[in-house]
């Protein structure tokens, strides 16, 4: 069974960073893309951006163009670097692996204003 490990979550203050991490629990899906989404409080579950198994083709959601760089490393973790947080960023945030059942159980990431 496959895991994705999230990590990284927390309160920080409206224009700060936070880095999260996704962590899969095994090296099978080292050659797949890879993805986040988040969720907010009453909304669905929306995504946020995604990067190619090399990372070299990467995708952002119009919200977070500029704010927000997702990266992978040659352990196949897979960072959300996020830059001038705002208060509609406050979300539960998810690793999914696409077009597969595989999702991580989240980590909340709230910004105060």
């Known amino acids: 069974q496959v895991q994705l490990v999230e990590s990284g979550g927390g309160l920080v203050q409206a224009g700060g960073s936070l880095r999260l991490s996704c962590a899969p629990s095994?090296?099978?899906?080292?050659?797949?893309?890879m993805a986040w989404y988040r969720q907010a409080p009453g909304k669905e579950r929306e995504f946020v951006a995604s990067?190619?198994?090399?990372?070299?083709?990467k995708s952002y959601a119009d919200s977070v163009k500029g704010r927000f760089t997702i990266s992978r490393d040659h352990a196949n973790t897979v960072d959300l670097q996020m830059n001038s947080l705002k208060p509609e960023d406050t979300a539960i945030y998810y690793c999914n692996i696409p077009e597969t059942a595989y999702w991580g159980r989240g980590t909340q990431v709230t910004v105060s204003s």
């Open positions: 990067i190619s198994w090399s990372g070299g083709s």
């Open positions: 095994e090296r099978t899906f080292s050659r797949n893309p």
